[in-house]
């Protein structure tokens, strides 16, 4: 399952709310100040609505949490926009007051962290110094952790497979997994899926396993994801975890989760991974 990205989404929202309102109020001066207002109110909303969709497709913003983004962003840039109409001598308290629609929509979105995160970056740029002295490199101790990221696309065929047991029921099914893996991670897979639907629609589960073989932003070697996914009524978890010790070549070591977008009939990824010397 996608998780919020807090930066880019509040990023994304805050530009989007503030250029849909600034070409709002700029269409509707035309018609005086109560049409500034309007084409104002208008277009932030727009903007707004078009950054949150952006950010779920983008994979930082999870689809069952979208709607509460949008309430979340409405309400911060309902509170932003008396401010910015009230500061229109300058351009620096709108476009700040436009992050509210970002602070927003991160609260909306259900996640006290994020909104944390968000309200510290927008203090630190209101506050910063013209110049800052560069910090110096931080030195990364042997013991510690890196995680990285790797993203791209995925082409997936399953083939239905006989099951070992057919008595068992219509209900248990069994297919073979080939996938063709673009971008960081480039490759193929080939594994095995067991399925169980319900007679209850959009209740279902499925446990899978596929040994990945390719190369991982420019290191060479294979590793094996396990699949354990459930939908309850239409609402998707999903969790693929990278087995330990099942990375070979220049991937020993490797150790991560795997998160799958579907959107628009295309399937993308994104792979958080640290590799550890092996003991």
Not at 68 to 82: D, K, M, Q, S
Not at 217 to 238: A, C, K, N
């Amino acid at each position: 399952m996608a998780t919020l990205r807090a930066f880019p989404t509040l990023l994304l929202t805050w530009l989007a709310t503030g250029g849909g309102a600034f070409l709002g109020s700029v269409v509707g001066n035309a018609a005086g100040p109560s049409g500034l207002f309007v084409g104002g109110a208008i277009g932030g909303a727009a903007g707004l609505a078009l950054g949150v969709l952006l950010a779920s497709r983008m994979g930082w913003l999870p689809t069952r949490e979208r709607t509460g983004a949008l309430v979340g962003g409405l309400i911060g840039f309902a509170i932003a926009t008396p401010i910015a109409l009230s500061n229109l001598h300058t351009p620096v308290t709108p476009v700040l007051a436009c992050g509210l629609a970002g602070i927003g929509a991160l609260f909306g979105a259900g996640v006290a962290r994020g909104l944390a995160a968000a309200i510290l970056l927008l203090v630190g740029w209101t506050g910063a110094a013209p110049a800052q002295t560069p910090a110096a490199p931080r030195e990364v101790s042997s013991k510690e952790v890196v995680v990285q990221r790797a993203s791209g696309t995925f082409e997936v065929s399953l083939t239905p497979l006989a099951t070992a047991h057919e008595a068992a029921g219509p209900g248990l099914g069994r297919m073979s997994i080939d996938k063709q893996f673009a971008g960081d991670l480039t490759g193929s897979s080939r594994g095995e899926m067991l399925t169980a639907m319900t007679e209850t629609k959009g209740s279902a589960g499925y446990v899978a396993i596929e040994r990945v073989t390719g190369t991982l932003q420019g290191r060479q070697g294979s590793f094996v994801l396990q699949h354990s996914g459930v939908m309850t009524r239409g609402e998707p978890g999903l969790r693929i975890t990278v087995v330990p010790d099942s990375g070979t070549g220049e991937l020993v070591g490797l150790s991560g989760t795997m998160t799958i977008v579907i959107a628009e009939g295309k399937h993308s990824y994104l792979l958080e991974y640290s590799l550890a010397s092996p003991p």
